[in-house]
């Protein structure tokens, strides 16, 4: 079984222990695959903030960070050497948005990685348009008649304001929601736990 997480780790930079902390808590909690969102960092930093003692472990994709902003946003996903044998390929396709493919007895699973800055309103139009894009790849298709993409976010926004927030106020589901739905991404949290509070990730199997 496949155990996959994600967490909005708010910075790497500040804190040396974090990282070395999420690993162990992988480690202990038997997590095969960790997305992190706002690291702060770029792959220029691996080398310096993976633990010597965690590199023969784990390994670490990186994205770019923004380099015009005082602090950048940087997603990185973390993968256990025991499942990063299946990896293919990873592609950086902006500071904010990455993918990572794997090939586990013909089911290809790409993991999109992604942080919604809530100053950027376009961030969200221009990730649908890249899933779009890579769900019609054929080079993609040719990989395997069963894909599953995995899409780890933060959106910065609240999806159902019953469940998700305190305030008494009700607001519309974010229309983000539904374009995702509409290229077959659920949120297979609240599917299988019917709008129970916690955290989801969203799925797509063709």
């Keep these: 079984m496949l155990h996959i997480g994600t967490h909005n780790i708010n910075s790497l930079v500040e804190n040396d222990t974090k990282l070395s902390g999420i690993?162990?808590?992988?480690?202990?909690?038997?997590v095969d695959i960790m997305a992190l969102n706002k690291t702060n960092l770029d792959q220029k930093n691996e080398l310096y903030k993976t633990p010597n003692e965690y590199k023969?472990?784990?390994?670490?994709y990186w994205s770019s960070k923004q380099q015009d902003k005082h602090k950048g946003l940087g997603v990185v996903l973390i993968c256990t050497q025991k499942w990063n044998k299946h990896y293919q390929k990873h592609k950086i396709h902006s500071p904010y948005l990455?993918?990572?493919?794997?090939?586990?007895?013909?089911v290809y699973f790409c993991i999109w990685v992604e942080y919604v800055a809530p100053q950027d309103k376009t961030i969200l139009h221009l990730t649908l348009k890249q899933l779009k894009k890579e769900m019609n790849e054929e080079a993609i298709r040719k990989k395997s008649n069963n894909i599953v993409h995995i899409l780890l976010e933060d959106f910065n926004i609240i999806t159902n304001s019953q469940v998700d927030h305190t305030s008494s106020q009700h607001s519309l589901k974010p229309k983000i929601y539904d374009d995702l739905e509409a290229i077959r991404l659920i949120d297979s949290y609240r599917k299988l736990n019917k709008?129970?509070?916690?955290?989801?990730?969203?799925?797509?199997?063709s």
């Design 195 to 205: 709008e129970k509070i916690g955290n989801y990730i969203l799925q797509r199997r």
């Design 98 to 106: 990455m993918s990572v493919y794997f090939l586990f007895k013909n």
């Design 23 to 30: 690993l162990d808590w992988m480690l202990e909690n038997q």
């Design 56 to 60: 023969k472990k784990f390994y670490i």
